[in-house]
Each structure stands twice: as structure tokens, then as C-alpha cells.
């Protein structure tokens, strides 16, 4: 299998949906701002959202996928087909009832995760009003996880990569055409979140319905895969979303913050989400099914290949994206966000969110890489004890940053967190010898490094200050932008290849 080929087509349809994301936040800045309303939806959607990244993207895949993999090796398609019944069904009956449950208890909800906004009657209430629409969205998106599983494991990874593109679609067109008919307006993207669950579901029948796993209903609480899809699912929930928890727990730091401190975390977080689902995403979905493979079948060394090529390949992607991000902060967020009601003092603010989250990026993909280590030989505990201490020590550093920095304390504090989580990781791959490094790490280490100063220079050079930035007109920005990137781009990869760093090295042709 070239995985190369399935990282790109992920890659390529994630970038479609990222692009549509982005033109999402630049319309929803440029409509709504940044302030108490937005802070009230982006608490709204943050919170089925983490849910969405906790059980649907998070535990529940790390602990599904691996099971379904070694259904598929050991058992047969017919009693695969059996399990994902009975995943799905019993799936479907929680999810509904904890949507139900999070209705009713939307007040007490927000009141926990943003216990700032209750000294604003008004935007409490807004928020709540908000998390009632937005609360189901867990239901829809939890099913479409199950379903790009299973695409997945069958080698199907367009689709599930194209889906959320289908999200930004209803956001944008809810901000432009549908916002006028609500009351207060900023309503509308609580809608969307709702409607845009539900088309996203829609969209995989077709493609379960072609490989003949569309689930059916059919319960079974004691089917011996759901309760170790169950037994799994538990520590998997910390192991593998220690970054979101970070995020819940810094949302309540932040609003106790000024205003607009919630929607600058979020603006910075946004732009991180491009090369983390661009490398870090695509590279786990990708890999899980893989290596779940290779370990069921007892082949040891191609294990230890498709790790190590998960890991070059991060170190050589996503260590330029993060310098580019601090070098071309201002250009970034001034082109993408400073229209409308978003102003220089939420372009500052913004840029240094995005700088204290850079310092982390490295660490957040190789955490995508590890992780799938762990999960495709079913060992859940490992990065169960890693995230525990993780998140104690993540807590420990907002305490501290937040007095010194602000809400940038709070992003960095999960940057550094981020890295120490990967740090353990490894530390627990190598130590029982469970993963076996390929050799030519050092020497690829000073090259990887050596192209990336090359290209912080040239970026630094050619940027310009930020004034220019600000003052300049949309179109200006855009095309400078892109400059930018592309000279920036050409200076790396071409430094890369001069140090003998060749496309070929990173085939991915496995078994």
C-alpha cells in the first residue's frame, strides 16, 4: 500500500475543507466581531465540539478502529458487519440520551465551563439558548465518526475527509443569506452547527451502502467486541485528548478574561488547525488502520517503518509550518480576519495566542503519530498515565502564565503540555523496545533544521512590517500572502534537496 497516495488524498480534501473553514471564520469575524456574542457561541460550539474530539474523533475511533481491523483479519466480513450493528445501535441510543440530558442541563453546563459569564445575564442566557441547538450536534457527528471508521479501515479515506467540508457550507451560507431572520442574529451559527451535523451524516450513507457496512439495528450489550470497544474507549478518552480537556479547562480561565479573550484563543486555535488536520490528522487516519494491521498480523519491523515514517514525515512538515506561523502572524491574521468589525487590537491579541500555540505544534502532530502507537495494539493504559500527568502539569503552567501573559499564558501553557505529552509517548515506545528508530535520525535532524533557518530568514526579509499589513487592502494582502508562502516554500524544500533530502525518501510503499 502507498500510504503516501492516502495521506495526500486526506490531506487534499481536508485542505478543501480548512479553505471553506477559513472563509467560514473570515465571515463570521467580519459579520459578528470579536466580543460577547462571539464569545457566547464559540462556548456554545466549543463544548459539543470537545465532546465531538473526546468520544467521537478521540477515544471512541483509538478504540473502534483497532477491534474493527482485527475483526476484518480474523473473522470475516459477516461477522464484522455484525459488530458495527451493534456498535452503531448501542452508539445511537447513548449519544441520544446524553443530547437529551445536555438540553436540560445546558445552564448548569455552561455555568461550569464558563463561570465568567455569569456576571452578564445576558450573555449567559445567550450562550445557553445556544447550547441547546448546538448540544445534538454530538449525535450527528459521532455516528459520521463511526462511519468514517469503518471507511477508513476499508481504505476509503476521501469521503470521511471531505465531509466537515460540508459544516463550513451551512455556516457560510447561514452567515450570508440567513442571519437577518434570527433574533438576535448570531443565532443563525447555532443553526448551522445543528443543520450541518445532519447533512454531514447524510453524506456517508451512500458510501457504507457501497462497501455493504450501513449499519442496522441491532442491540447487543454483551457482544464481546462492543465491551472491548467499551473497556477501551475509558482511558482513551485522557490518552489521546489531553489537548482538548486543555482547551475546556483554559475557556474557563478565559472568561474571567476581557472581553474577546475566548474569540482570539479561538481565531489563534484556527489557524493551528490547518497544518495539525493537514499533517497531524491526516497522518493518524492514515496510520491507525495500518498499524492495527501490521500488529495483528505479528509483523514487528513494518510497525516500526510506518511509525518512523509517520515521524520524519512530521518533523520535516510541521517544524517549517510552526517558524512560518510566528514569522507571518500579523500577515496571517490580518489578511484572514482584520475586516470589518475585527480590529488591530484583535489582530495584536490574536498574533499572540498564534505565537504561544506555534511553540507547540510539533509536539500536538507527533502526538497524532505516537498515539496510534499505542491504540493499534490495543495498550490503552500507557496513554491513559501519560495524559493524567500531562494535563496536572498543563494546569499547573496556567496557574503561573495566565498572571504573566494573559490568554496567551493559556495557549502556551497547552504548546508546552503538547510537547511534554509527545515526549512521554516516545519515551514509551522506545523503552520496551516496542518501536525501533530507522537510522539517519541526527543527520536528518541538522538538515530538517538547517532548511528551516534558511526559510525564517527569507520569510523574515520579505515580510515587512506590520503596519503594511494593516493599512493594506484586502486583495494586496491576499496576493502578498501567498507570495510570501510560495518564496518561503520554494527557499525550504529547495534548501532540502541541496542537503540531499529527496521526495523519493518518503515513498510510503508498505505492505
Not at 457527528?141 to 459544516?167: D, K, M
Not at 494546569?395 to 493559556?410: C, E, F, K, R, Y
Not at 493599512?471 to 507570495?483: E, F, K, N, P, T
Request: hydrophobic share 55%.
Amino acid at each position: 500500500m502507498n500510504l503516501v497516495k492516502s495521506l495526500v488524498t486526506v490531506s487534499g480534501m481536508t485542505m478543501i475543507s480548512r479553505i471553506l473553514g477559513f472563509l467560514r471564520d473570515l465571515l463570521i469575524a467580519r459579520i459578528f466581531g470579536a466580543g460577547a456574542a462571539t464569545d457566547a457561541f464559540f462556548v456554545a460550539f466549543k463544548i459539543p465540539n470537545l465532546l465531538r474530539r473526546l468520544f467521537a474523533e478521540g477515544a471512541f475511533s483509538q478504540a473502534f478502529v483497532p477491534v474493527l481491523s482485527h475483526y476484518r483479519v480474523e473473522q470475516g466480513e459477516e461477522s464484522t458487519h455484525l459488530l458495527v450493528d451493534r456498535v452503531a445501535s448501542l452508539l445511537a441510543v447513548v449519544l441520544v440520551a446524553v443530547s437529551l440530558l445536555g438540553v436540560v442541563l445546558a445552564p448548569v453546563i455552561i455555568y461550569v465551563s464558563a463561570p465568567g459569564f455569569s456576571a452578564d445575564t445576558a450573555k449567559f442566557d445567550l450562550t445557553v439558548a445556544m447550547l441547546r441547538v448546538t448540544f445534538p450536534y454530538i449525535v450527528f457527528i459521532s455516528l459520521v465518526s463511526l462511519a468514517g471508521g469503518i471507511l477508513n479501515t476499508w481504505s476509503r479515506f476521501a469521503i470521511p475527509a471531505l465531509t466537515p467540508s460540508l459544516l463550513n457550507l451551512t455556516f457560510i451560507f447561514g452567515a450570508l443569506y440567513a442571519a437577518p431572520y434570527f433574533h438576535p442574529p448570531i443565532m443563525v451559527l447555532a443553526w448551522c452547527v445543528f443543520a450541518g451535523g445532519a447533512a454531514q451524516l447524510a453524506f456517508q450513507i451512500a458510501a457504507l451502502m457501497r462497501i455493504g457496512m450501513l449499519p442496522r439495528p441491532r442491540m447487543d450489550w454483551n457482544d464481546e467486541g462492543v465491551k472491548r470497544i467499551l473497556r477501551l474507549m475509558g482511558p482513551a478518552v485522557l490518552g489521546v485528548s489531553v489537548a482538548q480537556i486543555s482547551l475546556l479547562v483554559n475557556t474557563i480561565f478565559a472568561s474571567f478574561l476581557a472581553d474577546g479573550s475566548v474569540s482570539w484563543l479561538y481565531y489563534a486555535d484556527r489557524l493551528m488547525e490547518f497544518p495539525t488536520a493537514l499533517l497531524g490528522v491526516a497522518l493518524g487516519t492514515v496510520l491507525l488502520p495500518n498499524l492495527s494491521r501490521s500488529f495483528a498480523s505479528g509483523d514487528a519491523s513494518e510497525y516500526s517503518r510506518l511509525l518512523d515514517w509517520g515521524l520524519r514525515l512530521t518533523l520535516m512538515l510541521a517544524l517549517p509550518a510552526a517558524v512560518a506561523l510566528v514569522v507571518l502572524s500579523v500577515p496571517l491574521v490580518s489578511t484572514l480576519f482584520h475586516y470589518g468589525a475585527f480590529s488591530e487590537k484583535d489582530v495584536a491579541m490574536t498574533c499572540l495566542a498564534l505565537n504561544a500555540y506555534a511553540v507547540g505544534l510539533l509536539g500536538l502532530i507527533f502526538v497524532k503519530v505516537l498515539a496510534p502507537g499505542f491504540y493499534a495494539r490495543q495498550n490503552v493504559t500507557t496513554p491513559m498515565r501519560i495524559a493524567i500527568i500531562t494535563l496536572a502539569m498543563t494546569q499547573v503552567m496556567n496557574a503561573g502564565l495566565i498572571n504573566v501573559l494573559g490568554h496567551a499564558g493559556l495557549a502556551l501553557s497547552i504548546s508546552l503540555g503538547a510537547c511534554l505529552n509527545a515526549g512521554l509517548l516516545y519515551r514509551g515506545l522506545r523503552r520496551n523496545n516496542t518501536f525501533q528508530p530507522q537510522p539517519g535520525w541526527l543527520s536528518y535532524m541538522l538538515k530538517v533544521m538547517t532548511a528551516v533557518l534558511a526559510m525564517a530568514l527569507v520569510l523574515y526579509l520579505l515580510s515587512g512590517p506590520g503596519s503594511w499589513w494593516l493599512g493594506a487592502g484586502s486583495v494586496i494582502r491576499a496576493l502578498a500572502l501567498g507570495a510570501l508562502i510560495l518564496l518561503g516554500g520554494v527557499a525550504y524544500f529547495g534548501c532540502l534537496l541541496l542537503l540531499g533530502i529527496h521526495p523519493r525518501d518518503f515513498s510510503g510503499k508498505f505492505k
